[in-house]
């Protein structure tokens, strides 16, 4: 039997406050672990505390290998003066700065957690990452989460080469502008097209072929990610024999989420979910999207019921071959 599964959580995450009306607010959490204590494996939950940046002493080290001194350095002194917009649909609260480091440390732990069980995962934090990107946040994200993870991966000596998958309805600008000149990182995004950031298109490839993105059409289903899946994301991610795989877990390709138009349902991830531990049990999985409350929590539910399932997870699976 798989042993319970390890979620790195604080209420702290809860303080970015984005304002009345924002789609990415501390609702979306709230509702996940309610859902999440309230369900059948409430009891196999293993509730983390994600480690204070400041006795990891590296958090800030990690973000800085990513994003620039300035953009660092401007987005604390927004948040010290109060907050406010770094753009149009991207804002700081008081609190952000402290809580966007703490993401990453949440993610960092989780990094540690994979390597050394071998078993899966999940990052419960906001604000999300992907399309943060050197020099700005956008798209609701201050520092880019899976990117900083994936370098951080490296540094560990069992670690040659890290796979991002990131099924966020949205393409991962971002993790894509901060991996795609590595090497030992390979990311692979499937999106809306078009949709925001207008990013993401199939002949974006990275510098060493490292990079696969899949448009789709909205209102695409299950139907349209299968084959997807089997002929080109886990020949393309296996092809790369990662030993720690990473999930941007978007779940905004919801039917029912209102920021875009792909109309999956919440069992749909469940099939994700056991794509990727079909190639590795070593996945970490990290909230991005998803703004519809129900369908959030269903979703997330979905995966981590996958995670529990003795037939999900091959315990001997270390890197694909």
Avoid at 232 to 256: E, I, M
Wanted: hydrophobic residues 35%; negative net charge.
């Amino acid at each position: 039997m798989p042993g319970p599964i390890p979620i790195f959580y604080s209420d702290r995450f809860l303080s970015h406050n984005t304002g009345l009306g924002h789609p990415e607010n501390a609702g979306r959490l709230t509702a996940v672990v309610k859902a999440l204590q309230s369900s059948s494996f409430a009891a196999q939950i293993d509730w983390r505390s994600p480690t204070e940046p400041a006795e990891r002493g590296d958090v800030l080290d990690w973000v800085h290998q990513l994003h620039s001194q300035p953009y660092v350095a401007a987005l604390k002194q927004l948040c010290d003066r109060g907050g406010g917009h770094i753009d149009g649909d991207t804002v700081a609260s008081a609190d952000s700065y402290d809580v966007a480091l703490l993401a990453v440390s949440a993610w960092l732990d989780g990094v540690d957690q994979v390597l050394t069980t071998h078993r899966p995962g999940f990052v419960l934090s906001r604000p999300p990452g992907h399309h943060a990107v050197g020099d700005r946040g956008m798209g609701f994200c201050l520092f880019s989460n899976a990117a900083i993870a994936a370098h951080y991966a490296l540094s560990h000596p069992q670690v040659n080469r890290v796979a991002i998958l990131d099924w966020d309805v949205h393409h991962g600008n971002g993790t894509q502008a901060l991996v795609e000149m590595n090497r030992d990182i390979v990311y692979c995004s499937l999106h809306q097209s078009p949709c925001y950031p207008g990013t993401g298109s199939a002949d974006e490839t990275g510098f060493y072929d490292n990079i696969l993105n899949l448009p789709v059409a909205p209102g695409s289903t299950l139907a349209d990610y299968q084959p997807l899946f089997e002929t080109k994301v886990l020949p393309f991610l296996q092809a790369a024999s990662p030993d720690l795989l990473l999930v941007s877990a978007g779940y905004d390709a919801n039917g029912n989420d209102p920021l875009a138009g792909i109309k999956l349902k919440p069992e749909d991830y469940g099939y994700f979910t056991r794509a990727g531990l079909s190639m590795t049990s070593k996945v970490l999985f990290g909230l991005e999207g998803g703004y519809h409350y129900a369908s959030l929590s269903q979703s997330v539910l979905e995966t981590l019921s996958v995670c529990l399932k003795p037939s999900s997870i091959n315990s001997q699976a270390q890197s694909p071959q």
